[in-house]
């Protein structure tokens, strides 16, 4: 658990080696004689990857065509062994010990820029209209809560548990994911659709560490009774870009190559419990300055990735009780969704990393449980595990099944969803970000953008007659400013508050300590922009 960074019963693993040598990144220049086109991106993309750009109207740009298969041989002449590609970033990082090379190929003309430095890494780890919410489909066993604080189990009991939606795991391995029980679904269902080791360029990813097994568990786990993960019916890509025995800054370079990797076969989402901090090699310390989403080539890869079609989730970090406290990278990107943690009662876990980036924005963007979350351990045992590294992919499971019910929205379109219907997006904060996600309101947003519903609805949830308190929902079918009033039998005002209220958003209200009232007759009226909601109560 070199690089990993995650709390398990009592307390957090962080184990440093020493600088590894001789790992180079390199950046070229342009991919002329590369071969390929983005007239015919059949020859470079599987047809999963070109529909999903077409889905969303991305069109095939430069960043999509491979790298000029020329520059490579020539540096493979020259004695370089070639490590990893990224096609996103036009570079490549290369294994030599003889700095005199190095000297060499600065000069050569496609070569733009050499990174010589090695860096060390760190892992920072309610009834609504028109859907269902009764008895649930899924018996959760011990993953009830953290499913439940979401309302994710909303999601499944409308067929939403993320069928025919591809979720790409990067992480440091998958140790026996092939054998533990939980995850005996996932074979017999064919449902790993490919297994990637960047890191030594083999597809075997079950025979190293325990932290991907967990996180995987948080969303496919199927052990009814048990313990149900977040998307027990996606499909998944398992890829291994984190070398948990050395601390190098390559780990970056891995893991473009295996989000380059993700989007060639279609992901849909990608989860990465990961982050990068602080360096072996001082001279390559992250500052405050650079979470800005722009510096580290790792953060400008998720970017990327956003911009290709794909839903990226990452891990805010743990360092919250730290001095640096801050986000990492990638979480710092644009464009992707960053979880901090809380526990199951929607408390902020004090070790999840806090924002906002330098450049002002919010992150995390949302919260979801990271304190004592549910896995599974190698053994396939059932127990409680801490970090962000849990409560990214509990979201990324929960979203990808969000996206399931409406697969004609962007990535950017999904995001904005999950956070409007958060629980403090009208107040977010450097803690929480735009709050904890509650996809019962979310799917009903999406619901309502399907045609459910196109007018303001209110509902009352509290019994009448009433006797101490009154409780309503106000679904809102646009961005508005709305009066709550309450009117005894003459008309006169009792109470009055105003509320900002946005498009296909449930807000839930309560009158309290009206024990005071007399018996008798009330009016409750809602003032919305087009006309007015009323409803006669009774108190006794």
């Not at 092939?178 to 995850?183: A, K, L, N, S, T």
């Not at 890869?301 to 911009?307: E, M, P, S, V």
């Not at 990214?392 to 999904?414: F, H, M, R, V, Y």
Request: charged share 15%; hydrophobic share 35%.
């Amino acid at each position: 658990m070199k690089t990993l960074i995650f709390l398990i019963f009592f307390g957090i693993s962080n184990l440093f080696s020493q600088s590894f040598p001789g790992k180079y990144w390199i950046e070229l220049t342009d991919k002329n004689n590369c071969g390929f086109n983005t007239s015919n991106p059949e020859n470079f993309l599987s047809q999963r990857a070109i529909d999903r750009r077409e889905r969303h109207s991305i069109p095939i740009v430069y960043t999509d065509l491979p790298i000029s298969q020329i520059y490579i041989d020539s540096l493979e002449k020259l004695g370089c062994t070639i490590v990893v590609k990224s096609k996103w970033l036009n570079a490549i990082t290369i294994a030599t010990t003889d700095t005199a090379l190095l000297d060499t190929i600065t000069n050569i003309s496609f070569i733009k820029h050499i990174d010589r430095f090695t860096t060390k890494a760190k892992y920072t780890n309610s009834t609504t209209s028109g859907i269902k919410n009764t008895d649930n489909f899924y018996n959760y066993g011990q993953g009830y809560n953290q499913i439940h604080i979401h309302n994710g189990e909303v999601l499944h009991n409308n067929n939403f548990r993320g069928e025919n939606m591809l979720i790409a795991i990067l992480d440091a391995g998958f140790i026996d994911v092939d054998i533990i029980e939980g995850f005996a679904n996932l074979f017999s269902d064919n449902r790993i659709v490919a297994t990637k080791n960047i890191v030594d360029g083999s597809n075997n990813v079950y025979e190293f560490h325990s932290h991907g097994t967990m996180v995987l568990s948080t969303i496919a786990t199927y052990l009814p009774g048990q313990f149900i993960g977040t998307a027990p019916q996606a499909s998944f890509a398992l890829i291994r870009t984190e070398d948990a025995s050395s601390e190098f800054k390559i780990e970056e370079d891995f893991w473009v190559a295996g989000a380059e990797y993700a989007d060639s076969i279609g992901a849909d989402v990608i989860n990465s419990s990961l982050g990068y901090t602080t360096f072996n090699d001082t001279r390559q310390n992250y500052s405050y300055s650079d979470l800005n989403g722009k510096t580290a080539r790792i953060s400008i890869a998720a970017t990327i990735a956003a911009q290709k079609g794909i839903l990226v989730v990452n891990s805010a970090g743990n360092e919250g009780n730290s001095a640096w406290h801050s986000i990492g990278v990638p979480a710092d990107a644009d464009s992707i969704l960053s979880v901090g943690a809380v526990d199951v009662n929607g408390n902020y876990a004090s070790f999840s990393s806090t924002g906002p980036t330098s450049d002002g924005r919010i992150k995390p963007d949302v919260s979801a449980v990271g304190s004592s979350s549910t896995v599974l351990s190698t053994s396939g045992s059932i127990i409680s595990a801490s970090g962000t590294s849990f409560s990214s992919p509990i979201t990324a499971g929960l979203a990808t099944c969000l996206w399931q019910a409406k697969p004609d929205l962007t990535n950017i379109e999904l995001i904005n969803i999950i956070t409007k219907n958060s629980s403090q997006f009208t107040q977010p904060n450097s803690l929480l970000g735009y709050g904890i996600p509650n996809f019962a309101n979310a799917l009903l947003y999406i619901e309502q953008i399907n045609g459910y519903s196109n007018s303001d609805e209110f509902v009352l949830t509290s019994a009448n007659p009433f006797k101490n308190e009154i409780t309503f929902d106000f679904f809102s079918a646009s961005n508005q400013t709305i009066k709550i009033c309450l009117y005894d039998i003459l008309g006169k005002e009792i109470y009055n508050n105003t509320k900002t209220v946005y498009k296909y958003s449930k807000n839930s209200y309560s009158l309290n300590y009206l024990s005071n009232l007399n018996n008798g007759i009330f009016i409750l009226k809602i003032y919305t922009t087009n006309n007015t909601k009323q409803i006669k109560l009774i108190k006794n």
